[in-house]
């Protein structure tokens, strides 16, 4: 099983600052064949379901601000919000999609305003 | 618009079986790209996969679930099913149906996107 972990569990940060999460695989998610890293990012805001922020860990999704950012490869991944709004109030999770015998998702990092 | 909405029981006894139905709106469930899965969230924790179908039938499993876990399509309905038999109060979650892209039935099954709004399911006598 490829285990997902991510940190900080928590940051606080200034409206308008920098926030990084990082999140890291136990074994590569970067598929040899197509130099792809099988590696999505998700934001969930309170009460609501997940939503997609980024796919081969560094695409935006559509309609996503171009604040958050994603890059990394092989096992280490971060996501970064460049200017952080309250909006971005949310829990943020990683997932791989490398094996399909079990998709995974890290443990979740909280970012909050400070 | 793709939609998706969970719908079924939010209070289980344990050892029963666990039974919700995700209905698609918007768009076809027999379309050639998508899996569809079921992802649970127990209160105040992370997500867990449960499994993923394809509209002719083709599944993936959690192995840690797959024991107790059977996932059905109905593509007249333009539905999806999950059954998760032997319920405990460990099962307790928000069980979320979302959209599993693949491009093709042979192809990795990649990201979730979307998701329903969820459905809370609580194992309790």
């Known amino acids: 099983d490829i285990v997902m972990t991510q940190s900080p569990d928590s940051l606080a940060v200034s409206l308008g600052e920098r926030a990084t999460i990082n999140c890291k695989s136990s074994?590569?998610?970067?598929?040899?064949?197509?130099?792809?890293?099988?590696l999505a990012w998700y934001q969930q805001k309170p009460g609501q379901p997940p939503k997609l922020l980024i796919y081969?860990?560094?695409t935006r999704e559509s309609g996503v601000p171009d604040r958050f950012s994603g890059s990394g490869s092989g096992t280490d991944f971060t996501l970064t919000i460049s200017s952080l709004q309250a909006e971005d109030v949310a829990v943020y999770y990683c997932q791989q999609y490398y094996s399909t015998a079990l998709f995974t998702f890290g443990p979740g990092t909280k970012v909050d305003i400070k | 618009q793709l939609q998706l909405q969970e719908s079924g029981p939010g209070l289980v006894k344990p050892s029963e079986t666990l039974s919700l139905t995700c209905t698609v709106s918007?768009?076809?469930?027999?379309?050639?790209?998508?899996?569809w899965g079921w992802i649970r969230q127990p209160p105040g924790k992370g997500l867990e996969w449960i499994g993923s179908i394809y509209y002719s039938g083709s599944t993936y499993y959690n192995p840690s679930l797959k024991s107790r876990v059977t996932i059905s399509v109905d593509t007249s309905k333009n539905q999806f099913s999950l059954k998760l038999s032997s319920v405990t109060a460990a099962d307790t979650a928000v069980y979320y149906c979302?959209?599993?892209?693949?491009?093709?039935?042979?192809?990795?099954?990649?990201?979730?996107?979307?998701w329903g709004q969820g459905t809370l399911v609580t194992v309790s006598s």
């Open positions: 979302a959209r599993h892209l693949a491009l093709s039935i042979a192809a990795r099954p990649r990201w979730f996107d979307p």
């Open positions: 081969w860990a560094s």
């Open positions: 074994q590569s998610v970067l598929y040899s064949s197509n130099n792809k890293n099988y």
């Open positions: 918007g768009g076809s469930i027999s379309s050639s790209s998508y899996y």
